[in-house]
């Protein structure tokens, strides 16, 4: 089983949900934007990907600024409730599978958590290529 913690409106988002389904996984797809964030569910994502608040906070495209959080000195603590209260604040995709949990950024980051892969060439939307015409890993 996959999950992936997806923004429709992200390219890395959608690069990498079109990777796993690619490699011919069918994930749960749960639109953080929609559905927000728990505070048990956003404490365990970050402790299985080893992030802190301040390693996941999206900094741009998002109030991260206006909200005061890039200033130097902002506990972890305040970005966390931030993130509870406006889910886009938190970088995405967020990829869980049985080989652990990964903020994957940039989108080929997804690879190390897949036991297959997609097995014919596979681009981002840019073109930039990750798997070749033989299956073989590009960057």
């Known amino acids: ?3 992936i913690h997806h923004n429709p409106d992200c390219g890395t988002s959608r690069n990498v949900l079109r990777l796993i389904e ?12 929609k559905e927000g964030w728990t505070k048990p569910q956003l404490l365990a994502l970050f402790a299985a990907a080893d ?16 909200l005061g959080l890039l200033e130097p000195n902002v506990k972890d603590d305040v970005i ?10 938190v970088n995405r995709p967020i ?4 080989k652990g949990i990964k903020l994957c950024r940039p989108s080929e980051a997804v690879l ?3 036991e ?13 290529l990750i798997i070749d015409s033989n299956g073989k890993r590009v960057i």
């Open 95 to 98: 990829v869980c599978t049985k």
């Open 80 to 89: 966390f409730e931030a993130m509870l209260k406006y889910p886009i604040l």
């Open 112 to 114: 190390e958590l897949l």
């Open 1 to 3: 089983m996959i999950v």
């Open 22 to 33: 690619a490699a011919g996984y069918n994930p749960i797809v749960i639109e953080y934007l």
């Open 116 to 128: 297959q892969w997609p097995s014919q060439q596979f681009a981002k939307e840019d073109g930039e």
């Open 51 to 66: 992030l802190t608040p301040s390693t996941a906070l999206r900094q741009t495209k998002s109030p991260a600024a206006e």
